[in-house]
């Protein structure tokens, strides 16, 4: 259940109460695709770093380990040991982008594994039922990721197939908590808008699935390379029309920069691989903008990453060391930068709350957004 708390213009503060526990939004989820984070991050790091909510994927798990191998061992909490709400996103994604020989039906879609090429199908009821098992707090619907730009005539076929595919979503996992097939019998369901970046299909998608009366409320398909001011207003002109009851998600963002907007345009909730993968590379983000550690420059320098930052490696390494570390290629410099980015990505996010809870989001928003995603 969302309890809109505060307002600013159309900044909202709010909190999301789930059976895992309450979180505070807005919110940022971070990506363990395959039940860990990339990087050699555990459960317990992300509750050292701030983490509220943890995302798995279920195209991942459903090829490995298996859902039902997850079910078995008790579902995703139990097998990571996170005991905070998780989110599954529905596996829609991966089956389009990663797939690149596919059979899309009004059932659902054919494709090949990317793992091994074995022909696989899913389809909504498959989706649920894989969700069902790991057991996740948030199930996401099946829906269909067009590529953008997609021809107009294709993207308003691809809305209304999604619709139809959200209605079945939401009968089968009402019928596997029914009959006690579902791990976790109080699993939720959001809905995704689609629409590429036709105004009349992202208005008229979103309608029609706020009539279903989901839990949550998602937006896709952006963040795919189309131009930053051509997301920020679809995201504007999508919030009109989302219920104002319930939470927002805006998939796959992205940016701090992203996030800002993002909040500034009324979203609750943002997920993105984008700080443990780049801190893989030794892209860090600092509170006055991003670092490559692997620059000569900081050879010899003994100061901290981010002296605003009171992580793991910013309170003991210098930058100098970290550089070496992966000039050494050792392990432990992916890990302690892929730590301190997520500490930064949800300390940025508890700032956000803060501003917002003191009615100083504006300001706090004019302050960073031209320098949080800056390169140093």
């Known amino acids: 259940m969302y309890r809109l708390l505060k307002q600013e213009h159309n900044a909202r503060r709010g909190e999301f109460v789930t059976v895992h526990g309450a979180f505070q939004t ?39 380990p298996g859902d039902d191998k997850v079910a078995r061992l008790g579902g995703l909490h139990k097998f990571t040991r996170w005991d905070g709400p998780i989110l599954t996103d529905s596996g829609g994604f991966q089956v389009f982008s990663l797939s690149k020989l596919r059979k899309i039906t009004e059932e659902g879609v054919t494709f090949a594994s990317h793992l091994d090429g074995r022909r696989i199908f899913m389809g909504p009821e498959e989706s649920m039922r894989i969700q069902a098992n790991l057991g996740s707090t948030i199930a996401m619907a099946f829906d269909e990721c067009m590529e953008n730009p997609a021809e107009y005539k294709y993207a308003k076929a691809s809305c209304e197939r999604t619709v139809r595919w959200l209605e079945r979503c939401k009968r089968e996992l009402t019928r596997l908590k029914a009959e006690g097939i579902a791990v976790n019998p109080n699993q939720l369901l959001f809905g995704i808008n689609q629409g590429c970046c036709y105004d009349d299909l992202r208005v008229e998608h979103m309608k029609q699935i706020a009539d ?10 952006l963040a795919v390379g189309e131009p930053k001011e051509e997301m920020y207003r679809v995201i504007s002109l999508v919030e009109e029309h989302m219920p104002k009851d319930k939470i927002r998600y805006l998939m796959g963002v992205g940016t701090p920069g992203n996030i800002l ?3 500034r345009r009324g979203v609750d909730l943002f997920d993105c691989v984008m700080p443990s993968r780049n801190a893989r590379h030794g892209h860090l983000f600092t509170w006055k ?16 990453l981010d002296d605003e930052c009171d992580c793991e490696l910013c309170r003991n390494f210098s930058r100098a060391y970290l550089r070496h570390l992966f000039k050494a290629d050792e392990m432990l410099g992916m890990r302690l930068a892929v730590m301190h980015n997520l500490h930064f990505y949800n300390t940025l996010l508890e700032r956000i709350r803060n501003a917002l809870d003191e009615g100083r989001y504006e300001e706090f928003y004019r302050t960073y957004v031209d320098v949080l995603d800056r390169r140093i």
């Open 26 to 64: 807005p919110a940022f989820m971070n990506v363990a695709t395959a039940a860990a984070i990339k990087g050699g991050l555990s459960a317990f790091d992300l509750k050292d770093n701030h983490c509220q909510v943890m995302l798995c994927n279920t195209y991942h798990l459903h090829l490995r």
């Open 212 to 221: 279903l009366d989901l839990d949550g409320y998602a937006i896709g398909g």
């Open 261 to 263: 907007e993002g909040v």
């Open 289 to 304: 903008g991003i670092i490559n550690i692997k620059n000569a420059k900081y050879e010899l320098d003994e100061s901290p």
